[in-house]
């Protein structure tokens, strides 16, 4: 029993963790670019150079994101769980929330944040580095640009069937897959290392939002991180933060789908409306603190027989 490597210490799980993610990123990852630059009919150089005018181009980029997003966060994840723990689905989340209303609050959560991260979004857009780092800024505005390129031709929808092919590939895959990945293994690892949950839960979200790369989109995902964080703590299942960053991801789609120009330009939102969304994540987060029957101690406890009593301890907050 004491081979899983939740008995080990937690800055080692998290060695192992990152060494399973690189090593099966390299192993995929190349399998994925040649097998489907041979597949499309186009070069690896169209793919690396997003030479997204080239006939086979963007199908191709759009099968690597799926493909990745699975090679990259979901099968570490699962593996990980697998070494970790006899109920490697527990481990990683896989229950009901307790209690159920954290199906509703989450999805709520999400949505009423959203004010608050376009208000972050247009401040991050702001953003400009000292005159020392202007070649710096210049190359990651640069990055900003490609990334809204390619998401314009990902997100050029003509019909229904498009619109729900790319609310799999950018709603369900992600949700699914990200979520497994940075809230069912990295925050668990970091919340142990720390702890303290709200300390993971940042740590993981910095992480979460860097990842995905665009510096004038940091902190609304940023946002987001946190919030997915908090909605995986508190209901102590992985499913209402998959839902909810299902439903971030999804309204974006249909926004875009309905009125393209929402990929460069978002709606402008008044100031009271931020304010509102502000005191809505408070509220909603505080609400969650007082229903949840997550602690430290049940989560982290080593002893597969022993059964914790469901209470708070000072580390649950």
Request: hydrophobic residues 55%.
């Amino acid at each position: 029993m004491n081979t899983y490597l939740k008995y080990k210490p937690a800055w080692l799980q998290l060695v192992v963790f990152g060494s399973l993610t690189f090593g099966m990123y390299l192993a995929l990852g190349l399998v994925a670019f040649y097998g489907i630059a041979q597949g499309m009919g186009v070069t690896l150089e169209d793919i690396q150079q997003m030479n997204l005018e080239k006939s086979g181009v963007v199908a191709a980029l759009k099968w690597l994101q799926a493909i990745l997003s699975v090679a990259i966060f979901l099968l570490p994840s699962i593996v990980f769980a697998y070494l970790s723990d006899r109920r490697p689905f527990a481990y990683i989340g896989h229950k009901a929330p307790q209690p159920s209303s954290f199906w509703w609050i989450g999805v709520a959560l999400m949505l009423l944040a959203y004010p608050a991260a376009s208000w972050l979004n247009m401040v991050n857009q702001q953003i400009h580095l000292p005159a020392a780092f202007k070649s710096m800024e210049a190359s990651m505005r640069l990055a900003e640009d490609n990334a809204i390129k390619l998401m314009k031709a990902f997100l050029d929808m003509k019909s229904p069937t498009d619109l729900i092919a790319m609310l799999f590939l950018i709603a369900v895959l992600p949700a699914i897959c990200e979520e497994f990945f940075f809230r069912g293994i990295l925050q668990r690892l970091f919340i142990q290392i720390s702890r303290r949950p709200w300390i993971g839960i940042l740590i993981t979200a910095v992480l979460f939002s860097a990842f995905h790369g665009q510096f004038f989109g940091f902190f609304p995902r940023l946002l987001l991180g946190i919030l997915l964080g908090a909605i995986y703590w508190y209901s102590g299942s992985i499913w209402p933060a998959v839902l909810g960053h299902f439903v971030n991801n999804a309204v974006q789609v249909i926004l875009v789908y309905r009125n393209k120009n929402f990929i460069e330009q978002e709606p402008v939102i008044e100031p009271v409306y931020v304010i509102l969304s502000v005191l809505a994540i408070i509220g909603i987060t505080w609400f969650m603190q007082r229903i949840s029957h997550t602690h430290f101690g049940e989560l982290y406890d080593t002893d597969d027989d022993l059964i914790l009593p469901s209470r708070r301890t000072n580390n649950d907050v």
